[in-house]
């Protein structure tokens, strides 16, 4: 497998207005985004931006679609890494392919977005993976991000916090915990997600205590059944008629 088979570079566009956050995770992204549209103004006065960001928290409650927000808002790519897919698939060169990954996005001026961050810290402690190997890779990131040039972004997502090291996690200056959404809030998404549809489709019975990505899984699932069923009701009278 290439190397840059295990990466994405993702031009979608998504806005941030259009995701929803806490007012705390809101407010430290925009000023995330605010220091990196003024960089060069800010190194006038040897202020550095922050340009390490660790988000945390329940699958599906929007860290993915957040670094590619991120991305937009700045007009640049992102380049998407899955940390276990390139261990399982590179046991033997991965800091070598961490490394040339790395300079691929600060070469392009992409947003750096390395997904499923605690595999790191899950390998180090499997039987089944070469221990050596996995404590090379963390010194590898740890270099890495220490050396991180400020004009680069690097976004790294986790389910599991807590099992990563803590000499990882002190790089980063900024850590968003993204919380399962409350009703209300799943109530304004539903709104949302509903919208496109004719307004006889929308009495959705509407679930709760799940992922955003579960509420949107959901919806579309029941439309594209409702869609289908009117659909085929709709080519039945049809072939009625035609009789």
């Known amino acids: 497998m290439n190397l840059y088979e295990l990466t994405v570079t993702d031009t979608e566009k998504i806005a941030l207005n259009d995701l929803l956050f806490s007012d705390e995770n809101k407010a430290a992204l925009l000023q995330i985004i605010k220091e990196h549209q003024y960089l060069d103004e800010l190194k006038k006065y040897n202020l550095q931006v922050d340009n390490k960001i660790m988000l945390h928290g329940h699958s599906g409650c929007g860290k993915t679609t957040t670094a590619k927000a991120i991305a937009t808002a700045l007009g640049k ?44 810290g899950k390998s180090r402690d499997s039987e089944d993976k070469d221990v050596a ?5 963390v010194n590898t990131i740890i270099q890495l991000i220490d050396y991180l040039p400020s004009e680069s972004l690097l976004i790294c997502a986790t389910n599991h916090y807590h099992n990563i090291d803590t000499a990882l996690l002190r790089r ?35 679930k709760y205590d799940i992922s955003y990505a579960e509420a949107k899984d959901y919806v579309h699932t029941t439309m594209k059944r409702q869609i289908i069923a009117e659909l085929e009701l709709h080519h039945k009278k049809m072939q009625s008629l035609e009789k």
């Open 77 to 120: 790519n992102i380049v998407i890494i899955n940390l276990s897919t390139l261990i399982n698939a590179r046991i033997g060169e991965t800091s070598k392919n961490v490394k040339a990954i790395f300079d691929k996005a600060i070469r392009e001026r992409a947003v750096l977005f390395l997904d499923e961050f605690d595999q790191i």
């Open 133 to 137: 190997e996995m404590k090379r890779l």
């Open 172 to 206: 980063f200056q900024i850590r968003l915990k993204f919380e399962m959404p409350k009703n209300n809030e799943l109530d304004v998404y539903y709104d949302k997600i509903l919208t496109p549809f004719p307004a006889h489709l929308q009495d959705v019975a509407r």
